[in-house]
């Protein structure tokens, strides 16, 4: 039995003041002084950290901020003497996507490797435009042998990436026709039905350990130089980075350790990467064009077994070419990308990311082919739920940037520019803190899809794929609750 999935972290503490969201004022001028007094009480154990942080005035903001919400010492104060404020620095954070919520999670996790737990009860609406809207199935939770990452059964997170074969193809000499999966019958020198795909014999895969592949760091951010530590983060986590030709070559890294875990994104305007270069990597991505077919056929040509995706953005036209290119026997990888907020790019009223993955997945549906071609969608993949919620809506993988970034305490500044002073100083970043945020951020992500699959009950991250029934999305559910007495919502 292949070693079961496993990554290895450690806690990477912030190099900058930690900015929180809650605090508590102390009016001690009417204070009792009280024996028991209720910040003793504190579940978080903030008041006894209380004497070490004010040894250092720096850490005193950092103290005040640490409150974890849970409403405790504010609601059983005796005199009434205590407020929980929220922090102006943390509300400034991130936009009205990237909200400050997401990024204080997505620090968390980086330096702890563990899935946050947050306190306040009621966080606001249960329902909300893109990922919000739509809700998992928990029915399985209560079976103690898929509790998630603390269950008996193991729930695997490995995926394909690659064409699979339409049919299957036997020897003759077994005495086995071959046979489609659709059930048409090939046997060769006889004619009959025949799906698109003729070449179904010259498949090409891979697998990797969880579906999350770490895309090309943000063009809307110049800082910082994330490189090197991206790919020794899919090292270790043993995923793939995708790297601009312009990258290499990588200069202080070990190329055979860190190439098989690299796909270069090819660009016909950037420099080339040596042919004996790109043979050491198992997948190549190239961007969308007039001439993307030619030059899918001319790298299938001079690397058979290389598994080759093709880059679309789902501006206007986007959806309509991915399903044009997903039924062409060249194409066997698809990675569709939104922009930063999940949104149709150039688009006045965009799609979200979920509907688009849904409308391509269904229309590959209608047209028998959804099965031999592997789906990537990136843009506005902020957390780990909407990756578990992304491959629900068709999508086999998902790529993230924006979060690796966040993980090293950016703040998302609108303004990110050479020369600009970054109150997270990612301009001088070390590598090896880069590298144990990334690679803790990922496990908490994989670790977060095992409880959510554990939860829905499923053991594998295949058969999650396009399973809408495990889920449930807002706009279904108001229209057959009011769709017949108000109609459709505007």
């Known amino acids: ?43 978080y154990d903030r008041y006894r950290q209380e004497a070490e942080y004010l040894r250092t005035l720096e850490a005193v903001d950092a103290l005040f901020f640490e409150c974890m919400g849970c409403f405790s010492c504010v609601q059983n104060c005796t005199k009434g003497l205590l407020r929980l404020v929220v922090n102006p620095v943390y509300e400034a954070l991130g936009n009205s996507y990237w909200t400050p919520d997401i990024i204080h999670t997505t620090w968390t ?99 990797i350990q969880m579906p999350l592949i770490l895309d090309l760091p943000s063009p809307h951010h110049t800082l910082p130089k994330l490189g090197p530590a991206l790919r020794e ?10 790297a601009s030709p312009s990258a290499w070559p990588f200069d202080g890294e070990d190329t055979e350790r860190v190439l098989p875990h690299t796909a270069f994104c090819l660009n016909p305007e950037q420099p080339v990467v040596p042919p004996e270069s790109l043979a050491k990597t198992r997948l190549l991505e190239t961007y969308d064009g007039p001439d993307v077919i030619d030059r899918l056929q001319r790298l299938k040509d ?17 959806v309509q070419r991915a399903i044009d290119l997903a039924v062409r026997a060249e194409v066997e990888v698809l990675h569709v990308v939104a922009d930063p907020n999940g949104n149709q790019i150039g688009v006045q009223k965009p799609l979200f990311l979920k509907d688009m993955i849904r409308r391509i997945h269904t229309t590959l549906i209608e047209k028998g082919v959804r099965d031999e071609i592997t789906l990537i969608a990136g843009g506005g993949i902020a957390l780990p739920e909407h990756m578990a919620k992304a491959i629900i809506c068709g999508a086999d993988v998902v790529s993230i940037d924006l979060p690796l970034m966040i993980a090293l305490e950016c703040h998302l500044c609108d303004q990110c520019a050479p020369g600009m002073p ?69």
């Open 1 to 43: 039995m292949p070693e079961k999935y496993h990554i290895e972290t450690k806690p990477v503490l912030p190099r900058r003041p930690r900015v929180g969201k809650f605090g508590v004022v102390d009016w001690r001028e009417d204070c009792a002084r009280c024996h028991n007094c209720v910040k003793k009480a504190c579940v």
């Open 109 to 207: 996790q980086a330096e702890t490797a563990k899935i946050p737990v947050s306190g306040a009860g009621y966080r606001g609406p249960f329902s909300g435009p893109g990922f919000d809207g739509m809700w998992t199935d928990m029915s399985e939770i209560v079976r103690p042998t898929r509790d998630g990452i603390h269950g008996r059964e193991y729930i695997s997170t490995a995926v394909d990436i690659g064409r699979k074969p339409a049919y299957l193809t036997f020897d003759r000499s077994m005495g086995i026709l071959p046979m489609s999966l659709t059930g048409v019958s090939r046997v060769e020198g006889q004619e009959g039905p025949a799906t698109h795909r003729q070449d179904a014999d010259a498949t090409s895969c891979l697998s």
């Open 233 to 242: 983060a899919a090292v270790r986590t043993d995923i793939i980075a995708l």
């Open 302 to 318: 001079k690397y058979p077994e290389m598994v080759v995706s093709v880059r679309v953005p789902l501006d206007a036209h986007g």
């Open 422 to 490: 970054c109150p997270a100083r990612l301009d001088d970043v070390p590598r090896d803190y880069a590298v144990g945020r990334m690679v803790n951020l990922i496990a908490a992500w994989h670790d977060q899809l095992i409880e959510v699959m554990g939860a829905m009950g499923m053991r594998e991250a295949r058969r999650l794929r396009g399973d809408v029934g495990r889920a449930m999305f807002f706009e279904d559910l108001e229209e057959d609750t009011f769709g017949k007495l108000f109609g459709k919502r505007k």
